[in-house]
């Protein structure tokens, strides 16, 4: 089961402007659903979404690809099958530019959700950005969002 609260992140210049960034990842448990005869447990990617918030047990709250320039992101992924010390690294990108990336490590193997949040001091820029989500090199999703007044 995944239980875990790290917060990891490099804040970095973005455009012409300073931004401070806060990243954090937090996960939960979730109830394991059946399990289905396999040769051995594989992260798998559920579900992948953006939202504006994220619950007690980090399910998302107010799923949208829209963001006003002032919200805070928030990527929530639905992951089966981790294993413990799993590494997931979540890379937000505005355009084509990397604004920062964030690692979180399971602590526990399981199924649950793993919340990857992204905050600025400053208004965002407008305009389209994604965050991207690997483990072990290899891209296990990528989700696009705006940011519009």
Same mark, same amino acid.
């Given at each position: 089961? =995944?239980?875990? /609260? ?8 973005? &455009? $012409?402007? %300073? ?11 979730l ?31 107010? =799923?949208?690809s /829209? ?8 990527? &929530? $992924?639905q %992951? ?7 590494e ?17 490590i ?13 905050t ?30």
């Amino acid at each position: 089961m =995944i239980r875990q /609260r790290q917060p990891q992140g490099t804040p970095k210049a973005f &455009i $012409l402007v %300073i931004l401070v960034l806060t990243v954090a990842c937090q996960g939960t448990t979730l109830p394991t659903p059946a399990e289905s005869p396999s040769s051995g447990p594989s992260l798998v990617v559920l579900d992948a979404v953006t939202s504006r918030g994220v619950g007690n047990d980090y399910a998302p709250i107010d =799923i949208t690809s /829209r963001f006003s320039p002032t919200d805070t992101f928030y990527c &929530i $992924l639905q %992951i089966a099958g981790a294993e413990q010390d799993t590494e997931l690294v979540a890379r937000w990108y505005f355009g084509g530019t990397l604004i920062t990336e964030t690692t979180y490590i399971t602590e526990n193997e399981g199924t649950g959700y793993v919340a990857f949040e992204l905050t600025n001091q400053q208004p965002w820029p407008e305009g389209l950005y994604r965050v991207e989500v690997l483990s072990a090199g290899v891209a296990l999703r990528s989700v696009e969002f705006r940011v519009a007044k």
